[in-house]
């Protein structure tokens, strides 16, 4: 826990995780991400989360890309447009964060997607 803190005042904090899952909160067929990835600390000091989808439900490129063209300037987020995140990190710690706003970058070359999303807040559970 201390290498976590030290690296988060240097500007360098990065968790590696073998295993995330982002899932859409609040949706009668929730979309979901899993794979690895890392929550990394930017040259700003934001924190931002980035999982390589292996597998993915309820979603696709078409499904996504429909979607960035029903938001609306000047409405409130949906409940249902936020997510969940939960990690099982390299030392073998359990991460959360919680009202993730992802962004998925497709590929042709892929089935699945590059999950990216800010993360305000995470939370280190037991080792």
């Known amino acids: 826990m201390q290498k976590i803190i030290e690296d988060f005042r240097r500007g360098k904090l990065q968790i590696d995780f073998l295993d995330l899952a982002l899932t859409q909160d609040k ?33 696709d490129m078409a499904t996504d890309l429909n979607g960035l063209n029903r938001a609306k300037s000047g409405t409130l987020y949906d409940e249902t447009d936020f997510y969940s995140l939960t990690g099982i990190a390299f030392d073998g710690s359990t991460w959360t ?31």
Request: net charge positive; hydrophobic share 35%; glycine share 4%.
């Open 27 to 59: 949706a009668d067929k929730p979309i979901s991400y899993k794979g690895k990835g890392y929550i990394r600390q930017t040259e700003d000091d934001t924190l931002i989360v980035r999982l390589y989808a292996v597998e993915k439900a309820n979603t």
């Open 97 to 127: 964060a919680k009202q993730l706003l992802p962004r998925c970058s497709w590929s042709f070359a892929s089935a699945n997607p590059i999950v990216e999303a800010s993360v305000s807040h995470c939370e280190r559970g037991a080792v």
